[in-house]
């Protein structure tokens, strides 16, 4: 599958331990930087009140939203006891700086 | 002296306990006893209620072993491991093991408890299906879990559910498959099973109702199962869970009575003299008992008429199932679901807080109960549905604790109560304990009498029974609880070990002293913790810090933020309120609105904007966002108010500028009223103070907002600086000794008064140690806002900004375009 990668910064950008937005279009994504070294990321908002992902606090790979703690898997997209999920954004790092693929951005614009 | 031949088929709880009490009792007058133990399975006797804690790796095998192998060897007793019995011969009076062990008996003690129940399904026998019974099927799970992702449990009763939660804490992806409508129907309704689903489902379990699997399926290797509904769910690991029967093979090859378990009498004899029957395996008058309490009960008729004693008849139980399932308290008792004519059932549900409570009433008598997530209550309610007693006076009061139905004192309670439901050990063993084995603690009395060994909640309980029979001799041993399961060590610990190991940042500690990862519970924790023990002079790490602390405003549901500036003792002036306008304007400001510590709140405001409003306002941040020192109101006082007998307007101002900035265990607020009309409500707020004549009162632990309570009197004092130093003091004890996230109201509750005056009033020393503790933090202490012009990373305040289309490399934009042409 062909997929089109867009930068949305470098690895700066976001501290280590923590999650930033990004509005690409009308898609919102939070990215996050683990512990680990890893970004990824899922849609910003919450599946439940559509709490901000991006200001959650990050566990391991999980993030709780601010709002009311539902807690989201960032590897799965999986909301933890909700059979809800959020969709995942396959993310890479190239030369310092952070790509998403964003197949789906580009087909809605 | 003769020796009697007793053989004891089963090792585990049921007969172990039986022949505790036939030691405890020194065995049968008139002859000693020559035991020989047969156990199916390899290991010394468990216990089997903690199984799940092995499964999730809470502990190791030894950690739950009742009787280690010396206690067999003290006692001589034949111990025959990995030998289930085969053959019992009731004429020659032998038993038979499978590995052809025999054993010659004069009295013979059955106790092989039960077997799992398997539902009629397809595929069962495939290598990844497994029962959950016993430390081998612990094993073996354990083992297949290491390399599974999607396990399914069969069976959402209570171990089946436990076991759900160990596999979701081993990391599995875990789905509960149930039968029935509701979960753990035994022991509750519709509405409390709906509740306690929600809070296994909190745990990430997925939960399906009204599921009856008839084959799991796969190609050799289990690939999930399949449902009579015509579903399917994927699984790698399936656990069943479906329920006991009582194991009676051996009693039927015997020829004993068998009905649904081996009939016994009410001494636990079977149909043939000499043969004894105890636990899951027997059926007494018409019932088959599986929970602990009832089964010991058993095994103590059983030792005193095996050693001729049969003077105490066993009649049965009633009993209460006391359950911790997947971590929620659950007791439910007699005739819970309201069936039969006439009953009435009074219920109190709060299903956001996880609580359920349930009183069936029939004829005015309590004839059933649940109580989940708060059971409390359930104590005094099992109590007068075992006296049988008319409530009707007392219905309003059932449920909430007051109105003439006293909360439970243990005291009140007979010997025979049962104080442990999962040990069943009841009161008069732990007096005994008391008194006569000289416990002074829970941990004393766990080890002496077994109660309180495995879910714990009989542990203020045991406190309370200690504290009536020591009286002033009894010092609670500090029981305080683990700070997280992250990090399991309790507060004072992991503030001992902070300081003696120089840990600074919250990944450090976390590493040297938890799991590494720490959750949304213990990291903010932690990183107050890390600030107040350093006084400030810690790393700080904003990845641990909730939102608000990050960017130093409260998130609003719509994810903008508020932002409160600070106005020391509530007082400000024209000018402000300009500046205050302009930036409300400026920034689009949704709401300006007065919060209920008397300040002013722009709510609506971007994050990115955050820097900018702070910048206009000029004004320090008020830290209505954070567990911090919030506000300090105030009225008027001497300036203006005729009844004024203090000047409370400066006096609020000195109070606010003395602690602002300071962090704290949970939000702290202040008042200061100028006379005792108190019109500043001083006596509702963390600390308060209120002007009389010729001093101040200093009161402490007040609060008005989800408790109401009054604050308690700190002390009078003449000036205004021995006030500010009562309040400095005291708030930095309150800093230092708090559990994180407990208001001052709850902790001079835990802690009491008068530990705390004599603290922070009757010695000098640790007084002033206090004062310059926290001294030393202020000296730290920085208004956060600042951090609009040096902020702590870049984007502290901003999102990312993505690169504009076709600004990619060359390669990417040429998939753009196929991209582009394919679409």
Redesign the interface.
Known sequence: M????????SV???????G?????GDLVVA?FHL?DGRFLAVDHHCPH????L???????KTV?C??H?W?VDLDSGNV????AALRTFPAEVREGR?YLST?EV??TR | MTKQRLVVVGNGMAALACLEEIYRRGGPPQAEFEVTVFGAEREVNYNRILLSDVLSGKKNTEEIVLNPLTWYAERGIRLHLGEPVAHLDVQNRTVRSAGGIEASYDLLLLAMGSVPFIPPIKGVEKPDVFTYRSLEDVRVIRDRANRSQNALVIGGGLRGLEAARALAELGLEVTVAHLMDRLLEMQLDGQAAAILRRQ???????VLLGHCADEILGNGATEGVHFTNGTAREADLVLISTGIRPNVALAQEGGLEVRRGIVVNDFLETSVPGIYAIGECVEHRGKTYGLVAPIYEQAKTAAAALCGDQSKPYTGSVTAAKLKVAGVDVVSMGNFLADGAACEEMVYSDPTAGIYQKVVLQGGRVVGGIFLGDTALSGRIFQVLQSGEDVTLQRKGLLRGEGGVPPASVMALPDEAVICGCMGVCKGTIMAAIQEHGCTSREAIAEETRACTSCKSCGPLLDQILQQVLGGEYVKTAQQPVFCGCLPLDQTALRTEIKVRGLRSA?EALRALGNG????VC??GLSYLLSEVWANDHLE???????ND?VHAN?Q?D?SFSVVPRMYGGVTSPEELRRIADAAERYGVRMVKLTGGARIDLLGVS?ADLPRIWADLGMPSGHAYAKAIRTCKSCVGTDFCRFGVQDSISMGIAVEKAFEGLYTPHKVKLSVSGCPRNCAESTVKDIGLVGIQGGWEVYVGGAAGMKVRKGDLLCTVETREEALAASAKFLQLYREEARYMERTYDYVERVGMETIQKVVLENPDEGSALLSRLNQSKALAQDPWLEREHPV???QF??????P?G??DES?ES??R???LE?
């Open positions: 062909m997929n089109t990668w867009v930068c949305v910064g700066d950008d976001i501290p280590r331990g923590e930033r937005k990004v509005a690409l990215v512990d009140r559509r709490g901000p991006a200001d959650g606090l990050l566990c391991g709780v601010p709002l703690g807690k933890h006891g909700e059979g952070i197949r580009l087909l | 296994i489902e909190e745990l990430g379990i997925r990944t990862v720490g959750c949304a990291k903010p790490e904003r990845q641990h810090r909730f939102i990050r998130i549901k994810s994050k990373h870049p984007r901003e999102d990312l900004i993505p690169a289309a600004a990619s990417q998939e753009v196929s991209q582009g679409g």
